[in-house]
């Protein structure tokens, strides 16, 4: 865990809650709310799930170079995806699932696709639907959708591992070379779509535009300690342009070259108020892997007709969900994290 005060935890729980919001309206089956349409015009999921990259991208190169021995480096990051995500699935398959699947409870736990719900501990590929849950929803059968990045943030920690070069370890052209060459593979791909071809059950299309936030992260990682932090000046600019230009037809390339770079300039320095957001614990992770299946939940129910009260509940259940995730489950899950040994001790 860092100890250098820093804007890093709010900004995760900036995008993780543009993440939440942005799946208010597809999943409620609300069109015709003027609030909601707003909302989605914005694309702030896209906009919540590369902010999360960029950052994973700058701190995860860190970690690698502060320790770069494989299976240490391994253990940090599973301890960072796999215990949250156990208990989120463990809990959606024993208590969600009994409670509003249509089915009788033996027959629930009988069919296949109650255990198959465990694949998506092993992230590849990773099932969405559980038995008779959520079928008559807006947005039918599936219980978690947000849980899709997470076996593209897992081919992201993979990737680095691969290309961390001991003697380019600090070599600013080696990653912003890797960083340019996955924006242009994103631009030349087209539009991200689930269609495109598959490596290792993954969209081609996505794990390029994915690597572009990432490893644009992990370049301005290198960058900084040789240069110094980015530019606010030149951050605001990169930031008026995103605002214009966000939806437009070249909104991609756009979003590769300028955001990761604001990211990055807030999340380094330590602003007062902000750089207190993850004084109780991040809960960022936690809103991002609940907020989903809160939302069929209440939707299921019938509590999602009224917008505002839909994102009173909706926020209330998933923050409190996130700190109970965090408290018992990640935070523990984290001290657990295999430390550097000593210098002179074998590794």
Excluded at 38 to 55: E, K, M, R, Y
Excluded at 170 to 181: N, P
Excluded at 311 to 327: D, E, F, G, H, Q
Excluded at 337 to 346: D, F, L, R, T, V
């Amino acid at each position: 865990m860092r100890h250098k005060p820093d804007n890093f935890d709010f900004l995760r729980l900036l995008a993780a809650g543009c993440v939440l919001v942005s799946h208010l309206s597809t999943l409620s089956g609300t069109k015709d709310n003027r609030f909601l349409t707003l909302l989605d015009s914005l694309d702030l999921g896209s906009l919540g799930v590369a902010i999360f990259f960029v950052i994973s991208g700058y701190l995860v190169r860190q970690s690698w170079v502060d320790d770069p021995v494989l299976h240490r480096y391994v253990s940090r990051r599973a301890l960072r995806i796999f215990p949250g995500l156990a208990a989120v699935v463990l809990l959606s398959m024993l208590v969600l699932g009994p409670l509003v699947t249509k089915l009788p409870l033996l027959e629930y736990f009988r069919q296949p696709g109650f255990l198959r719900y465990l694949d998506a501990l092993l992230l590849f590929p990773m099932p969405f639907g559980m038995p008779g849950v959520f079928y008559d929803n807006p947005y039918p059968v599936v219980v978690n959708g947000s849980l899709w990045t997470l076996p593209y943030e897992a081919a992201m920690y993979l990737l680095l591992a691969l290309f961390a070069r001991p003697k380019l370890a600090d070599s600013a052209i080696y990653w912003t070379s890797l960083a340019a060459l996955f924006i242009v593979a994103s631009a030349s791909s087209g539009r991200p779509s689930f269609g495109a071809p598959k490596v290792w059950f993954m969209s081609t299309t996505w794990l390029y535009y994915f690597a572009a936030f990432f490893f644009y992260g992990a370049a301005l990682s290198v960058l900084r300690k040789k240069f110094g932090a980015p530019n606010l000046a030149v951050a605001a600019v990169f930031l008026l342009i995103l605002i214009v230009f966000w939806q437009s037809e070249r909104s991609g390339v756009i979003r590769h070259l300028l955001l990761g770079y604001v990211v990055i300039a807030l999340g380094v320095r330590a602003t007062p108020f902000l750089k207190s957001a993850g004084r109780y614990g991040d809960f960022s992770y936690g809103i991002y892997i609940y907020a989903f299946v809160v939302q069929q939940t209440l939707v299921h129910f019938g509590l999602a007709r009224n917008v505002f009260l839909n994102i009173v509940c909706l926020a209330t259940i998933t923050l409190l969900l996130a700190a109970l995730s965090w408290t018992f489950v990640e935070k523990p899950a984290l001290l657990m994290k295999p430390s550097k040994p000593p210098k002179g001790a074998p590794s």
